[in-house]
């Protein structure tokens, strides 16, 4: 019998390998109408209901970048789904820019009645630069009613458009697991956070001055448990701090690097022990420091990319080796003397551990998700799917992806995908399964509260690897 036991556990791998895709549309939500940009989360409407929002627009998504900036021409829009798919309320926002920065967006239970609150941020007079119309807004998520609004703190003035009007909100737990809200300006020189707590007391504040010294922000702010112990970090560029007190734990590259990272993803590294952490790094410093590193738990530099120059955009660490060993991608935009189109993504695999350039066999510039909850990642890119051998299986057709996670309660992470006719599809997989091992992971609070950050900056689209 014990024979028996260990072949299975032995074949098991291999049997879940074996194991059909089925992908199938579990759920459709209808904006009616047509959508160039389209975030969407995951909530709680109260007594156990799941719900969704999401924010809408027929303008794409505007950056504050001077070189990209133009004037909308459709407002923003939220909107907020029951979970079969009803709409419960939709509200425009008149004077507010539709663009992830301007505007990001969190569900949370602050008051823990066990309906989330949704908190964004607003422009609420006519000139759309002028800090004092600026509000942190709180709507109810059943009913769309405004029932908080507080000024939202302006961004230190002399600075680049480009850097001033990027906005983050972030949603985690003290370390008595009490709700504490984020808010955050800055992101490439000065950068300003608050944190509040439940009653929207202020409970801590952190002014990082643009003085040279440290790394700055990155898009995204993954949220981990660094000491295994329930009590929850956040990541803002290389820079750790605790929900709890403000405090910065750490710096990966302590005042080595100086500028700002576009992708920071933590990852457990089960066999050594300890939190691994990527970075692919966007500018500044030209030819003197890697342009992607890996770091282990202690800042030590596992190894690092050769390449000291270019914008890298792109990256990510996924579960893609044949047994789920991890591979990290650095991709960046192509350089003038390239002569590719511009946009496109030149990038490189590697073993995440040892830092080797290992090849894989499906265009990777792309987003990592779990569709069938196996622990081996597939990549959507280009409206396909492709498992890990660069088979494809499942087509989603033309769209934006909105989210690549667990959104429902299935096996497996879905994949949320928008027409532009407005059509939000969530695809899942009928033979997704999790094991017990697998479940438990994706049923971690810290996953859970990822999710969350999925319409904040470039939070839908880093994988969770907080296991
Ligand atoms: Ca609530
Ligand atoms: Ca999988």
Redesign the pocket.
């Known amino acids: 019998m014990k024979k028996l036991l260990c072949l299975c556990l032995l074949w098991l791998p291999v049997m879940l390998a074996a194991r059909e895709y089925a992908p199938y549309e579990a759920l459709t939500l209808d904006l009616r109408t047509p959508v160039r940009q389209c975030r969407l989360t995951p909530l709680l409407l109260g007594d156990g209901k799941p719900g969704f929002v999401t924010v809408f627009s027929a303008e794409k998504s505007i950056d504050p970048y001077e070189g990209s900036f133009t004037f909308p021409k459709d407002t923003p829009k939220i909107a907020v789904f029951d979970g079969e798919g009803r709409e419960l309320w939709r509200r425009e926002l008149p004077c507010t820019i539709p663009g992830v920065w301007f505007m990001p967006l969190l569900p949370m239970d602050m008051d823990g009645d066990g309906c989330d609150e949704i908190y964004y941020v607003a422009n609420t007079c006519e000139r759309p630069f002028d800090y004092s119309g600026f509000r942190l807004e709180r709507a109810d998520a059943r009913t769309g009613e405004v029932t908080g609004s507080w000024r939202w703190t302006a961004p230190s003035h002399n600075q680049a458009n480009s850097y001033k009007w990027r906005f983050l909100l972030i949603g985690g737990h003290a370390d008595d697991g009490s709700p504490v809200l984020v808010t955050v300006q800055g992101t490439y020189k000065d950068i300003r956070m608050q944190a509040w707590n439940a009653d929207m007391s202020c409970r801590w504040k952190v002014e990082i001055p643009d003085d040279g010294h440290g790394a700055r922000g990155s898009h995204s702010t993954p949220i981990i448990d660094l000491y295994r112990d329930g009590r929850e970090q956040f990541l803002y560029g290389e820079r750790c701090f605790s929900f709890d007190t403000g405090k910065q734990l750490f710096i990966l590259d302590g005042d080595v690097w100086n500028e700002h990272s576009d992708l920071v993803q933590p990852w457990w590294n089960d066999e050594a022990g300890c939190w691994c952490f990527f970075t692919t790094r966007e500018k500044g410093d030209d030819g003197k420091l890697p342009r992607a590193v890996m770091f282990d738990q202690s800042g030590r530099h596992l190894w690092e990319i050769a390449e000291c120059r270019g914008h890298y955009h792109h990256g990510w660490v996924g579960n893609f080796g044949p047994h789920g060993e991890r591979i990290a991608m650095a991709g960046r935009y192509p350089f003038k003397n390239e002569e590719l189109p511009s946009g496109s993504c030149v990038a490189r695999t590697y073993d995440a551990v040892t830092g080797e350039e290992v090849g894989i066999d499906f265009p990777i510039k792309g987003t990592v998700v ?9 990549l959507h890119t280009g409206g396909k799917l492709y ?1 890990r051998t660069g088979r494809v299986v499942l087509t989603t057709g033309k769209g934006i992806l909105v989210a690549a996670k667990k959104v429902l309660g299935l096996p ?1 992470e879905q994949l949320v995908v928008v027409s532009p006719e407005g059509r939000i599809v969530f695809w899942a997989d009928r033979n997704a399964f999790e094991t017990p091992l697998q479940q438990a992971r994706f049923d971690t609070a810290v996953y859970r509260d990822n999710v969350r950050l999925s319409s904040v900056g470039y939070g839908h689209r880093f994988p969770v690897l907080n296991f």
Do not use: C, P, R, S
């Open positions: 779990d569709f069938n909850g196996d622990g081996i990642h597939e498992d497996g």
